[in-house]
């Protein structure tokens, strides 16, 4: 039985001040909650890192979360997308590569749910 499908987005040669700031992460959050029609709940967290660190970011979804870890240093990002119920797979490299600057994007996609 599927109980979701959940996406890991491994975005590379990103930008490293955008990996840094909280409002282009927002911007990206905020693109995909849009695109997949999401439903936040409350306010999404974001947690910056003193220099040379990056961001972590969570938003609560009532389809599951959305959550991203940035690592300038390495101009690396590592996106999650959890949603309870299928939903169409967005073009994540192209939102990277907008929203983060990055040149590659590797995007796994696994389907969550109960083993017999």
């Given at each position: 039985?599927?109980?979701?499908?959940?996406?890991?987005?491994?975005?590379?040669?990103?930008?490293?001040?955008?990996?840094?700031?909280?409002?282009?992460?927002?911007?990206?959050?905020?693109?995909?909650?849009?695109?997949?029609?999401?439903?936040?709940?409350?306010?999404?967290?974001?947690?910056?890192?003193?220099?040379?660190?990056?961001?972590?970011?969570?938003a609560?979804?009532?389809?599951?979360?959305?959550?991203?870890?940035t690592?300038?240093?390495?101009?690396?990002?590592?996106?999650?997308?959890?949603?309870?119920?299928?939903?169409?797979?967005?073009?994540?490299?192209?939102?990277?590569?907008?929203?983060?600057?990055?040149?590659?994007?590797?995007?796994?996609?696994?389907?969550?749910?109960?083993?017999?």
């Amino acid at each position: 039985m599927t109980t979701g499908q959940e996406w890991l987005v491994d975005a590379s040669g990103c930008v490293p001040e955008r990996l840094k700031d909280a409002a282009a992460l927002a911007a990206l959050f905020e693109e995909l909650v849009v695109l997949m029609d999401l439903k936040v709940v409350g306010q999404p967290q974001w947690h910056v890192f003193p220099e040379p660190g990056g961001v972590t970011g969570l938003a609560l979804l009532a389809e599951s979360h959305l959550a991203i870890h940035t690592f300038p240093e390495h101009g690396f990002a590592a996106l999650n997308v959890y949603c309870c119920r299928t939903r169409a797979r967005p073009d994540f490299d192209a939102l990277a590569a907008k929203h983060l600057g990055a040149t590659s994007c590797r995007v796994r996609e696994l389907s969550r749910g109960v083993e017999a």
